[in-house]
């Protein structure tokens, strides 16, 4: 059974003021709701409940329409993104490589499940298409950092230089 991790809603006075700023910058042009939510993204770095509920009262578009966008476009993230950012390809060059046992192996070392971030905010986890690094099936990254032709079995020694820094 997946444990959900949850991280709290950080966001800053000086957050809000940009988002405040970006939506009155948007707000008597037609069909405001994309950037004003691509902007929102860019200043939390992802669209909790609160951000939406200020889009939602300021521009008076419905919740319930913002969260459809939110979660119909793979541009957007309802869950904050961790310090280290871990992709696993799940193409199906990586895939019938290893990756899904590479995958599993990192659920178990950092306690997340795919979509999900670290309640210490350290680490957040997301399974990927083709990258286009077939060539070295099976490919993880960490930030900008590309692993590839992986084993399950080197997966804990990647981990613990992040783990420790």
């Excluded at 707000?27 to 939602?56: C, F, H, T, W």
């Excluded at 319930?64 to 193409?91: D, M, N, R, W």
């Excluded at 950092?110 to 298409?129: H, M, N, Q, W, Y």
């Excluded at 993880?140 to 997966?155: A, H, P, Q, S, W």
Aim: proline share 5%; charged share 25%.
């Amino acid at each position: 059974m997946s444990k959900k991790s949850t991280v709290p809603f950080r966001g800053t006075k000086e957050q809000e003021a940009q988002l405040r700023e970006l939506i009155d910058k948007y707000r008597n042009v037609d069909g405001p709701l994309m950037p004003v939510l691509q902007g929102a993204q860019e200043i939390y770095g992802y669209l909790p409940i609160e951000v939406q509920k200020i889009i939602s009262e300021e521009l008076d578009i419905s919740l319930e329409h913002i969260y459809g966008v939110v979660t119909f476009y793979a541009q957007f993230s309802l869950a904050p993104k961790g310090e280290y950012q871990i992709a696993v390809c799940l193409g199906t060059a990586c895939y019938v490589k290893g990756s899904g046992g590479i995958l599993d192996k990192i659920k178990e070392i950092i306690g997340v499940e795919v979509g999900e971030c670290s309640p210490d905010g350290k680490f957040s986890l997301d399974a990927t298409r083709c990258i286009g690094a077939c060539g070295l099936a099976p490919v993880m990254t960490i930030n900008d950092e590309v692993f590839g032709r992986l084993t399950v079995n080197e997966i804990p020694d990647i981990l613990a230089k992040y783990v420790n820094k």
